[in-house]
């Protein structure tokens, strides 16, 4: 059921569903939690969400709606690329705060899921924007010519698994920290280095 954006209650339920989510996972989450944290009874709950896999596919499409919409308008800056990319790891640094390792597992530890279904598709939806514009940004000479942008997309795809290995995750002291080396990893090796360039 769709509810209006600016009824208290549902962004309640949101916004605390959010946060449970991000620190908890969701799994470990529970209908009566997320009520209880809330403020609303479980009626209220259930007159927005018939379950808590809704909610959480809720939660999951604010976070990539606003995700592309910030996209869209850094895209949009009249700044250099490399700029744009730096922003877009201070985005990220920003999205990521406060995600749990269980969150992460949750969502990947079962292809079957619902939820994983959904996260994989805004992903890819993100991921496709995201490629052409470094398409773009290639033959303007801002990333390096002799990478395969094929290499760049596969490895795009790849992060989601690496943010989720739990022997990756060992060597960091929060999720979050191991999301900021893979992703500091990918966007500034795909950057032209001047010494090679010269030669």
Not at 35 to 47: D, I, L, N, Q
Not at 130 to 135: I, N, Q, R
Request: proline share 3%; glycine share 4%; charged share 30%.
């Amino acid at each position: 059921m769709s509810a209006p954006i600016d009824n208290k209650k549902y962004n309640s339920i949101i916004k605390t569903s959010h946060d449970l989510f991000w620190k908890f996972g969701i799994r470990r989450v529970t209908v009566e939690e997320i009520c209880r944290e809330a403020s609303v009874s479980k009626m209220t709950f259930y007159r927005f969400f018939p379950n808590k896999t809704a909610v959480a596919k809720t939660v999951i499409k604010n976070i990539f709606d606003n995700i592309l919409n910030d996209y869209r308008k850094l895209m949009a800056q009249n700044i250099p690329f490399e700029e744009k990319v730096r922003q877009q790891l201070i985005m990220k640094f920003e999205g990521t705060k406060e995600i749990s390792a269980e969150l992460v597992k949750d969502i990947y530890g079962d292809p079957k899921l619902e939820i994983f279904a959904y996260w994989e598709s805004r992903t890819n939806e993100i991921m496709q924007l995201v490629f052409s514009d470094y398409a773009q940004a290639q033959k303007m000479g801002w990333i390096r010519k002799n990478i395969r942008l094929e290499f760049v997309q596969y490895f795009m795809n790849k992060m989601g698994e690496m943010a989720s290995d739990e022997n990756l995750q060992a060597f960091y002291p929060s999720t979050q920290d191991l999301i900021m080396e893979i992703a500091n990893f990918f966007f500034y090796g795909i950057f032209p280095r001047k010494e090679r360039d010269e030669q």
